[in-house]
């Protein structure tokens, strides 16, 4: 998670944002744990299409929509911009199991689902063809201007 914040044009308040990747996908910098998309949207193969969407690079601005906690403290909503702490926080948990029907466990565990429940924008960038050599695989990208 990297601390940063989107603005709410509406409200001129800030929101929390985080970045992910498909980390099973190396080839299109999708293990790295940088944002360094490529410009490879899908291969075809032997007459099979696979989308890549540029290594799934995710943006995710976060919608403050309460500031509610549990009743040990932890929070249940993502609050108002606070460098992504409470986000952090809220998705930090082991995944042990993503085959469960167990609610409590895996990606279905009660935090998890409560903090993507506040996402309110998603989107999967790529890098316009020819700019790849300003996402490097291993660092971090040099923005063009």
Same mark, same amino acid.
């Given at each position: 998670?990297v ?13 929390n ?16 744990? =940088?944002? *360094?998309? +490529?410009?490879?949207?899908? %291969?075809?193969?032997?007459?099979? #299409?696979? $989308?890549?969407? @540029?290594?799934m ?32 926080? =809220?998705? *930090?948990? +082991?995944?042990?199991?993503? %085959?469960?029907?167990?609610?409590? #466990?895996? $990606?279905a565990? @009660?935090?998890?689902?409560?903090a ?8 999967v ?14 660092q ?6």
């Open positions: 998670m601390p940063g914040y989107a603005i709410n044009v509406e409200t001129g308040e800030r929101l944002i985080a970045f992910g990747e498909n980390s099973g996908d190396s080839i299109n910098n999708g293990r790295d744990m =940088m944002w *360094n998309p +490529t410009s490879i949207v899908s %291969t075809t193969s032997a007459g099979v #299409t696979t $989308y890549k969407m @540029a290594g690079h995710y943006i995710y601005v976060f919608a403050h929509n309460s500031d509610g906690v549990n009743g040990v403290g932890d929070p249940i909503d993502v609050p108002r911009y606070d460098y992504g702490v409470a986000l952090q926080k =809220m998705l *930090n948990k +082991t995944v042990t199991n993503t %085959t469960s029907h167990n609610p409590n #466990t895996g $990606y565990q @009660a935090s998890i689902v409560e993507y429940k506040d996402a309110m924008w998603v989107n960038p790529y890098v316009k063809a020819g700019y790849e050599s300003k996402f490097v695989k291993g971090q990208p040099q923005i063009p201007k």
